[in-house]
């Protein structure tokens, strides 16, 4: 139980300072016209980067300027246009033809470093769940409160020299009924 709820700590703590501490960003992927580089479903891992430094053959997220703001589209450089604005043009790895709009730096997320198949959908769902005050209870407040309360039990248990008497006494002589036992099977 314990082994699980630190998994589940740790990996809590992963997914939300490791993209702190790096610079990055962390998107689920909804279409395939990244496949099979990033198929749907995926976890893809963002760094912001500057526009400049973007060369042909990245994979940007972008926020298309024809589209809401909040959408987040990851797609292979394919020209740079450094023209009297820079701009991209981009096209998915499984789509035929190119995006019909250039991308315009200013419009730049982040390059896209490196994506965890499958991980995106069940991030999503967890934090769409976590929004809510009984969810995050549940996802982050019991979990916390078992651990703690554990370690707290572990601790005490530890530092009392009675208890770890009792218990190793206790542990002896479990093994001397089971030696008996054996012994007696053994004679009979």
């Known amino acids: 139980m314990n082994l699980v709820l630190g998994v589940l700590v740790v990996a809590a703590?992963?997914?939300?300072?490791?993209?702190?501490?790096?610079?990055?960003?962390?998107?689920?992927?909804?279409?395939?016209?990244?496949?099979?580089?990033?198929r749907v479903g995926a976890l893809a891992v963002m760094r912001s980067v500057d526009p400049a430094e973007i060369a042909v053959g990245d994979v940007i997220a972008y926020n298309p300027?024809?589209?809401?703001?909040?959408?987040?589209?990851?797609?292979?450089?394919?020209?740079?246009?450094?023209?009297?604005?820079?701009?991209?043009?981009?096209?998915?790895?499984?789509?035929?033809?190119?995006?019909?709009?250039?991308?315009?730096?200013?419009?730049?997320?982040?390059?896209?470093?490196?994506?965890?198949p499958n991980l995106g959908f069940v991030l999503s769902r967890v934090a769409s769940?976590?929004?809510?005050?009984?969810?995050?209870?549940?996802?982050?407040?019991?979990?916390?409160?078992?651990?703690?309360?554990?370690?707290?039990?572990?601790?005490?248990?530890?530092s009392s020299p009675v208890r770890r008497r009792v218990a190793r006494r206790a542990r002896l002589l479990e093994r001397r009924k089971k030696r008996k036992s054996l012994w007696r099977l053994a004679i009979s």
Request: aromatic share 10%.
């Open 13 to 38: 703590v992963l997914f939300v300072l490791l993209p702190a501490v790096f610079a990055s960003s962390i998107a689920a992927v909804y279409t395939g016209s990244m496949a099979p580089e990033m």
């Open 65 to 116: 300027p024809w589209d809401e703001p909040d959408v987040v589209v990851s797609h292979r450089v394919i020209e740079v246009d450094r023209g009297e604005e820079l701009r991209f043009r981009t096209q998915g790895d499984a789509n035929e033809d190119p995006d019909l709009d250039y991308v315009p730096a200013n419009h730049v997320v982040g390059r896209v470093e490196f994506s965890i």
């Open 129 to 158: 769940h976590a929004r809510s005050p009984l969810g995050f209870i549940l996802l982050v407040g019991v979990p916390t409160v078992l651990l703690i309360g554990s370690a707290v039990r572990d601790m005490f248990f530890v």
